[in-house]
């Protein structure tokens, strides 16, 4: 009988501890407290258990990060006892059992324990033990961070290292960033951080190094406190050097212009500072500088039928130079008309281009209508085709769709009075916008040679 009961309370007594875990009867919402020194800070507890129903009788420790541990408080429901030494620094808040530290300082630092036990009324002899540690941490908070760069001056790039650092007036346990343009910079080859990352060394500085350096301090207390900007300045270059210019016809490193044209050539480099240019023709056997700057003008017209040219790029810091040559060919590549209105309005290449298209698809629209409309070809499709011609359409010359296909440029051919009659001609296949042009120029060149190719052949 006595046997039964025990197992019975033993049974009982195991399925409320496992009853405990599912539902705990305390729950401390925080685990860990980053306070702020000279400030107070609440180890909040929740108290899950009728209050009414049981007893409780429990303590708060204190185990500081040196080891010794302390009794902070022990109590019951109806009474509470504070460590004499802490009587003006812990509140403690009946009934839910939570601990008040005030005035925060560095020796409040470490872990606090909870040992709670409970027992229900209507169950004598059963007592439940609850137990939770909090870890508590008190910073002070940081003050701005200050950046700090040697040189202070520009460094020119593979020949000067450079030092950031970043201090703080206040703060405990202060982790530091940097950024350069806003991202986050990390160690790498050249990168070298200090053990708590308060200074940021640049061995061998880069172009790629140049920017807007800020750092960023912060704690557990303080969250990212950006210094003010920096900006380390980098001489380097000339890099990429390259001539570009709106006018002519670029293929290559050659550049073709129009006769009588006034065309000007942009020299440009990235380089820190700007780069003083020297332009330098290499047309009469020896070189000779023509020009000092970024933009050269030329005047077809006082040209040789091609000249060799260069750009030459100086950085005066780094001492370094770097230069193009590219080669100037005077040739008509435009069509007259086109010409005349590249010439008229400076019009871009774009534009230049979009003009001949439509000038070609309204020349192969008046080719398709004079080929519908010719009454030698309608007789020729209704009755004069042989039955071979129409299984294979593509043998008789311009019923080809292939070799329709094309660009087509209207000539006036000299000594016809017809001021409006012209013929069309169609052409290798349209490859790209720069044989285009060549071939329209082609075209204008040969007609007159051939003027017997005409549409009805
Ligand atoms: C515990 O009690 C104190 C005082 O009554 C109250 O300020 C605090 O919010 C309570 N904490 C919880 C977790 O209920
Ligand atoms: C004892 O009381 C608590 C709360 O009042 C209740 O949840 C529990 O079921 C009771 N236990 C028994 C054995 O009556
Ligand atoms: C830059 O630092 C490296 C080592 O980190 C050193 O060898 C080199 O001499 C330094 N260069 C200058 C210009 O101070
Ligand atoms: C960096 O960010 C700040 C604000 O977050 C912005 O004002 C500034 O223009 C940014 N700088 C760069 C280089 O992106
Ligand atoms: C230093 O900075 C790097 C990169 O931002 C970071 O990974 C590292 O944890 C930092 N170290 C310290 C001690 O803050
Ligand atoms: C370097 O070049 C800049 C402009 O290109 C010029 O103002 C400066 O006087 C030059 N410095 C030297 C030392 O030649
Ligand atoms: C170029 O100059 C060299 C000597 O400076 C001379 O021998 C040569 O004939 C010249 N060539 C031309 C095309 O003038």
């Given at each position: 009988m006595e046997a039964t009961g025990r197992s019975a309370l033993y049974v009982c007594c195991v399925l409320l501890i496992l009853t405990e875990v599912s539902s705990e009867l305390i729950h401390i919402p925080s685990l860990v407290h980053h306070g702020i020194e000279g400030k107070s800070m609440l180890l909040s507890v929740e108290t899950r258990y009728p209050l009414e129903d049981v007893e409780i009788q429990g303590t708060w420790s204190h185990t500081r990060p040196s080891g010794t541990r302390t009794t902070l408080v022990a109590f019951t429901k109806e009474a509470t006892i504070i460590n004499m030494m802490y009587r003006n620094h812990l509140l403690f808040k009946e009934p839910n059992v939570s601990l008040i530290i005030r005035e925060?300082?560095?020796?409040?630092?470490g872990d606090y324990h909870l040992n709670l036990n409970i027992e229900f009324n209507n169950q004598t002899g059963l007592v439940i033990k609850e137990e939770r540690t909090v870890h508590v941490t008190v910073d002070v908070p940081v003050s701005n961070p200050v950046i700090q760069k040697s040189p202070s001056y520009a460094v020119v790039e593979d020949k000067a290292n450079a030092t950031l650092t970043c201090s703080v007036e206040r703060g405990t346990r202060v982790v530091f960033q940097w950024l350069r343009d806003n991202q986050t910079l990390g160690a790498s080859n050249r990168y070298h951080f200090t053990q708590d990352n308060s200074t940021l060394f640049i061995s061998?500085?880069?172009?790629?190094?140049?920017g807007t350096y800020h750092c960023v301090a912060s704690n557990a207390v303080s969250q990212g406190l950006h210094s003010r900007a920096v900006d380390l300045n980098v001489y380097y270059g000339p890099y990429n050097l390259e001539v570009n210019s709106d006018q002519g016809l670029r293929t290559g490193e050659v550049f073709t212009i129009n006769p009588g044209e006034l065309v000007f050539f942009e020299c440009q480099a990235d380089s820190n500072p700007p780069n003083s240019y020297v332009w330098i023709s290499k047309s009469r056997n020896a070189t000779q500088v023509i020009y000092e700057g970024p933009r050269l003008e030329v005047r077809?017209?006082?040209?040789?039928q091609a000249e060799e040219y260069l750009c030459r790029a100086f950085n005066n810091v780094t001492q370094k130079q770097d230069e193009t040559q590219f080669t100037l060919v005077v040739a008509k590549y435009l069509a007259g008309k086109e010409k005349h209105i590249q010439e008229g309005s400076n019009f871009p290449p774009f534009a230049a281009v979009v003009v001949s298209s439509l000038f070609i698809i309204s020349c192969m629209l008046l080719f398709f209508l004079k080929r519908t409309c010719s009454p030698k070809r309608v007789l020729m499709s209704i009755y004069n085709r042989p039955l071979s011609e129409q299984k294979r359409p593509h043998r008789s010359g311009h019923e080809d769709a292939t070799e329709d296909f094309g660009i087509y440029e209207f000539v006036s051919v000299p000594?016809?009075?017809?001021?409006?009659q012209a013929s069309c001609r169609s052409l290798a296949r349209l490859e790209s916008v720069q044989d285009m042009h060549t071939t329209i120029y082609d075209v204008i060149r040969h007609v007159p040679e051939t003027p017997s190719h005409s549409l009805l052949e």
């Open positions: 925060l300082n560095h020796e409040d630092e061998t500085v880069r172009k790629e190094d140049k077809s017209y006082k040209l040789a000594g016809k009075m017809e001021s409006a």
